[in-house]
């Protein structure tokens, strides 16, 4: 395998031009996303964390991502430096890719994490503890709120609210691209209801759960 | 031969162990063992020291004009005694009081709810609350990075002036975590250096009987979140420990409080409704209020005559801890002062 590849995937229909989100985890090279805005519906920031990426042959771990934690970061057009590296993916031909979507919750209960866990990055929520997995923020027209704003910031780390995700994607041939389809994200929530979610509970669990069904390979 | 050299090598990590293990404020039999490890006794220049600076440092709020001390004064055992505090949390607005900060090292989780899961998150809370500190961890950064004060701080701290976010939010949770208060007369008695007069005696006989069960000895408190039947009031609607849990049996449920130095930290309760241990009796006296009879926490109220109070506040006052509240490793550190004066 030569490169693993995470897409973003944005389909026009909805209003986004299609962008693509390149996360190599083969060499240390870019990830970017220049979504486009239409009149109506735009996205103005998507991060999330992805955890202890590895890869398995049966029962064995036959490759890691070097750091444990990530920020995917799409702010605002912004080109990215976040870079997923680790030695020896190019030898491999199939497998089980595994990560965790979010920050998983042992870490989570930890004290204050350093480089993407540090809680300037604005993913550490300050009046109740704990990281804020994924978060998205942007405009709809399905949104009654102020300005049509929504605000999905989805995290919890304790019973009964435990949010991340372990995500488990087969990869064969000599290229995957792990997609993240944001069209259908979008699509199949209730934006007029879940506009504003800023704190554990059920509902950030059944969006993280409904992001993890977002994920896939092409 | 090999076996005996690997013998003393262990005897040998076991003394420095020990040796390290003494340097840190000497646990006695009847304190349980931290959550957290106690840092070591506080030196000129290590973690503890420099949290001491931050934590009464006014730097930290956006207006310069607020410091953790503002609401947490030593003299108070580090609780806040002037008025009732509000806590500004996303759609739920409550009115908490700034409780008193000791023996943080022995508690799991933190605030009246336990939001705070961890004592290196908790400084953020306050920092950026648009009605404690108004201001972020980056904006802190940033003004700790220009002060001439803090980049020596720091490099008397850690050899190194690199300022973040890990050595800043670490340094305070030193500093909180050396807060420890043992040595009430209490704790006189419980080591076999004083002893209790008949009424005190009598007293802590109440207390075994009708408070321990939540207010457990030695913290004087049992850590979980438990409903004492307070009025509900309605104009804050508080609903405590649910507000974190969403569970629908947390509702009005808070942190059992220490009853440590009570006689410095009033007024009581979350919302600080009661300023003087008469008027708590009174209201575990009251039998209003249970919200789940069956399964309610205090299923009826606790009488007492009106000697049995005076018994009972009179053991209360036994775990007052002036050493603690006098001490000056915990108050307004000179080395800010000094500069604050030259400045």
């Avoid at chain 1, 009964?160 to 994200?185: C, D, M, W, Y």
């Avoid at chain 1, 209801?193 to 992001?211: D, F, N, R, T, W």
Wanted: with cysteine; glycine share 4%.
């Amino acid at each position: 395998m030569q490169h693993l590849i995470f897409f973003l995937l944005v389909f026009m229909n909805i209003g986004f031009t299609s962008a693509q989100l390149k996360f190599s985890l083969a060499h240390d090279s870019l990830l970017y996303i220049p979504i486009r805005i239409n009149q109506e519906d735009s996205v103005s920031l998507l991060r999330f964390y992805i955890s202890n990426i590895h890869i398995e042959q049966g029962r064995k771990i036959i490759w890691e991502a070097h750091k444990k934690h990530y920020l995917i970061d799409f702010t605002q057009n912004r080109l990215a430096t976040n870079i997923v590296s680790g030695t020896g993916l190019e030898n491999i031909k199939k497998g089980r890719l595994k990560f965790t979507l979010g920050v998983d919750h042992k870490t989570a209960s930890q004290g204050i994490g350093e480089g993407p866990l540090d809680p300037i990055q604005g993913m550490y929520w300050t009046w109740q503890s704990g990281y804020i997995n994924f978060k998205l923020e942007g405009v709809s027209s399905k949104c009654p709120s102020r300005k049509n704003r929504f605000q999905l910031h989805l995290g919890g780390f304790q019973k009964p609210f435990r949010s991340a995700q372990i995500i488990e994607l087969q990869i064969t041939g000599t290229r995957a691209n792990v997609v993240f389809n944001i069209h259908k994200f979008l699509a199949e929530i209730n934006l007029r209801e879940a506009h504003s979610i800023m704190s554990p509970g059920e509902k950030a669990v059944s969006l993280m759960e409904h992001a993890k069904r977002c994920f896939y390979v092409q | 031969m090999y076996n005996k050299s690997l013998l003393s090598i262990l005897i040998g990590l076991f003394l420095v162990a020990f040796a390290l293990k003494k340097r840190t404020p000497e646990p006695t039999s009847y304190i349980p063992t931290p959550f957290y490890r106690l840092p070591v006794f506080p030196t000129k220049n290590d973690t503890v020291a420099l949290g001491r600076l931050l934590f009464y440092d006014n730097i930290l709020s956006a207006n310069n004009q607020v410091s953790c001390a503002s609401c947490h004064n030593s003299y108070n055992a580090f609780a806040h005694t002037d008025h009732q505090l509000s806590h500004g949390i996303f759609d739920s607005v409550g009115t908490r009081n700034a409780p008193g900060l000791f023996n943080l090292a022995w508690q799991k989780e933190f605030m009246w709810d336990g939001a705070t899961h961890h004592i290196e998150a908790q400084a953020l809370a306050p920092l950026h609350d648009p009605k404690e500190m108004g201001s972020n961890i980056k904006a802190l950064l940033s003004k700790l990075r220009a002060s001439d004060f803090y980049r020596k701080a720091f490099y008397d701290t850690y050899k190194d002036t690199i300022i973040n976010s890990n050595r800043t939010l670490k340094a305070l949770a030193a500093f909180e975590l050396s807060l420890v208060s043992f040595e009430s007369k209490y704790d006189a008695v419980k080591t076999d250096n004083a002893e209790f007069s008949t009424q005190e005696k009598a007293g802590y006989k109440l207390f075994k009987q009708n408070c321990n069960k939540c207010h457990t000895e030695p913290l004087f408190t049992n850590g979980k979140y438990m409903d004492n039947n307070l009025p509900i009031d309605s104009s804050l609607d508080d609903k405590g420990r649910f507000l974190v849990t969403k569970q629908k049996e947390d509702r009005y449920k808070f942190k059992v409080p220490s009853l440590r130095n009570l006689s410095y930290t009033y007024p009581y309760m979350h919302d600080g409704r009661f300023t003087t241990l008469n008027q708590v009796l009174q209201h575990y006296s009251s039998n209003q209020n249970i919200k789940n009879k069956g399964k309610a926490d205090l299923e009826k109220a606790i009488h007492l005559s009106f000697n049995e109070r005076a018994d009972l506040i009179s053991f209360l006052l036994t775990l007052n801890d002036k050493n603690f509240v006098f001490n000056p490793a915990y108050s307004f550190p000179k080395k800010l002062k000094d500069y604050l004066i030259q400045e």
